[in-house]
Every structure is written in structure tokens, then in C-alpha cells.
């Protein structure tokens, strides 16, 4: 079954309702909450390549064994024509190619993609290193939550384990809209606690980034 674009994921009412409680916990403090939903962290070629090739040398060693008694000249095309046939079919098969590809991988990715989009999108040059990136690997099924060192010097490591937990347990039941919501509502609460709105604040950041360029 073909996987939900970024772009597909959330209705235009949904994404206004994310939009809107990132708005209203913002209004109660200095702090900046961006979540942030992608098709996927990385393309992981490698996955393509050796599924395509294993699956591609057992094809045209059964059909030149079968056709051509073993033949090099019956192997090679076979295992050309299977390679791309099978490549293609990985690539258009995101339940397939999750499988040849190793958990620790995603995790590893899914956090890189975090830490580049903090700094691509600014949320590092807050005025008092406040923002919150709640990144969602559609992918990878993976969340990643993560904080500037002002907040993070403030709030107990576990905390954003437990807004994954929230997200992840909403992605699975088909309710991630109000997962999500219920997650920026919690940062706003953090973030309320310890860096209260100041009279000069302003939206520094997008309240929503879709970005759907990858390829899964």
C-alpha cells in the first residue's frame, strides 16, 4: 500500500488546527514551537541497491540454470532486467524496503534530520534558546522532539520522550492530528513554566513546516 505523501497527510483543517494551537501556547510564552512533518529523513539508496541485487542474482541464476545450463550470457540479462524490475518495486513499496533496512539506521537518520532542520529553520537563534522542533518521519514511523539548550537546561531529559510517546501512540490509532496538538499544548506548558512571554515577543518561526520533497 502506498504511503501518505507529507503533503496528503493532514487535511487543510487539520493543518490549521496544529497551526492554531502552536499559536495559543505561544501566547503564553517567549518560546518557539515549530512541529514539522516529512516524508521521509533519508532515501537510503543502500537498501534498493542490496535488496535489487540479492533478489536480482537469485533470478538470473534460477533462469540461466534453467534456460541456458548455466550460462553467463542467460545470467547477465536476467539479472540486469530483474535488478531494475526489482529497484523500482522497493522503491514504490515503503513496507517492503522498511524491511531491509535496519531499525538503528532509522534512528540515526531521523535524528540527523532533526539536528540539520533545527538549524536550517532557525530555531537555534531564538533569543533565549528556547525552541522546541517536534519532527515527524512519516517514513521511518519515528518522532524525534528536540529542544534548545535554554529549555533543555530546564526540563528533565524524559519529558520529551514522553511527547514521542504521545505523537507515536496518536500515528497509530489514526488520531496524530490531536496528538500532535496535545504535544505543542504540553511544550507550551514547559515552556510557560520557565520562559513567560515578554512584552516585546514575537512569532519568530512557522507555526507548521510540510516538507515533502523527499522520496520514500
Request: charged share 25%.
Amino acid at each position: 500500500m502506498k504511503m501518505k505523501s507529507a503533503s496528503e497527510f493532514f487535511s487543510h483543517e487539520e493543518q490549521q488546527k496544529i497551526e492554531a494551537a502552536v499559536r495559543k501556547a505561544e501566547t503564553k510564552t517567549s518560546g518557539e514551537i515549530v512541529p514539522m512533518l516529512v516524508n521521509s529523513s533519508y532515501e537510503y539508496p543502500r537498501a534498493e541497491l542490496i535488496g535489487a541485487g540479492t533478489l536480482a542474482l537469485a533470478v538470473g541464476l534460477i533462469f540461466s540454470w534453467a534456460v541456458g545450463g548455466e550460462s553467463i550470457w542467460w545470467f547477465l540479462p536476467a539479472f540486469i532486467v530483474s535488478f531494475f524490475v526489482f529497484q523500482l518495486l522497493i522503491r514504490n513499496l515503503p513496507d517492503l524496503k522498511r524491511k531491509l533496512i535496519n531499525p538503528a539506521e532509522f534512528d540515526l537518520e531521523v535524528k540527523e534530520k532533526a539536528l540539520v532542520s533545527f538549524v536550517e529553520q532557525g530555531l537555534h537563534e531564538t533569543r533565549d534558546k528556547t525552541g522546541i522542533l517536534i519532527l515527524i518521519s512519516l517514513f521511518e514511523h519515528r518522532v524525534q522532539v528536540l529542544a534548545d539548550s535554554g529549555i533543555n537546561a530546564k526540563v528533565p531529559k524524559n519529558t520529551w520522550n514522553e511527547l514521542v510517546d504521545t505523537i507515536i501512540h496518536g500515528l497509530k490509532t489514526g488520531d496524530s492530528c490531536n496528538a500532535i496538538c496535545q504535544a505543542v499544548e504540553r511544550c507550551g506548558e514547559l515552556l510557560e513554566t520557565h520562559f513567560p512571554r515578554k512584552d516585546d515577543d514575537s512569532d519568530e518561526l512557522p507555526n507548521l513546516i510540510i516538507e515533502s520533497e523527499q522520496n520514500s
